[in-house]
């Protein structure tokens, strides 16, 4: 389920949809009404993404790392790629020597500071800050600064569920989280929130 809502959305309302990847970078998100009508097809390949309308036969495409708006899109594309990139692991600044870690009775706050030409919403010099829990490893928070304390996105990440890892050379599981809210805090921002569901194929089917 994807939730959309906000101010500065075109298009702010709940839709089913199916998310099939075959790696972090390539990533396609299918959006369903009832009767399992097509709204959209998100597709996105490295920096590249494409937007399609069915209903309209309009397609918006664009980079993930392009400078400036290209479409009233944009910001919804934005959110939506941070919450993905949640799910599979990937966080804006890894690599950069930049990196402080904290420790309290809960979490461990790793803080990046690195240069993004636009990879969050954002341009310029920017703070990442991930909260995992102290126990479990699993990411809690990513915060997105700028100018100091300047939060500008924040992606939440909850209901960690275990599933199979098909990988033959990995653990049998995988946890996995299976609700994440990504919100633009700027004026006219919006929120895109990802409430993934479970489907079990039957093995004696």
Excluded at 61 to 69: A, E, I, K, P, T
Excluded at 83 to 94: M, P, R, T
Aim: hydrophobic share 40%.
């Amino acid at each position: 389920l994807v939730s959309i809502s906000g101010a500065g959305i075109p298009l702010s309302q709940d839709l089913n949809g199916v998310v099939s990847y075959q790696q972090p970078d390539q990533v396609r998100l299918k959006g369903f009404i009832r009767l399992g009508v097509p709204v959209l097809d998100f597709y996105r390949e490295g920096d590249h993404y494409e937007l399609f309308f069915p209903a309209e036969g309009r397609m918006v495409s664009g980079r993930v790392d392009g400078d400036g708006h290209v479409s009233e899109w944009d910001q919804t594309i934005m959110l939506s790629l941070r919450a993905l990139d949640a799910v599979l692991g990937k966080v804006a600044g890894l690599g950069s020597p930049n990196v402080h870690v904290l420790k309290d009775d809960r979490y461990y706050s790793i803080d990046q500071v690195f240069s993004s030409p636009d990879s969050a919403g954002i341009s310029g010099e920017a703070l990442v800050r991930t909260k995992v829990d102290a126990q479990t490893l699993e990411v809690n928070s990513i915060d997105y600064f700028q100018s100091g304390d300047d939060l500008i996105v924040s992606v939440e990440c909850e209901d960690y569920r275990a599933v199979k890892n098909k990988k033959s050379d990995a653990p049998p599981f995988v946890r996995l989280p299976f609700k994440v809210r990504a919100t633009d805090h700027r004026v006219l921002g919006g929120s895109v929130t990802l409430t993934f569901r479970e489907f079990l194929l039957n093995a004696a089917s």
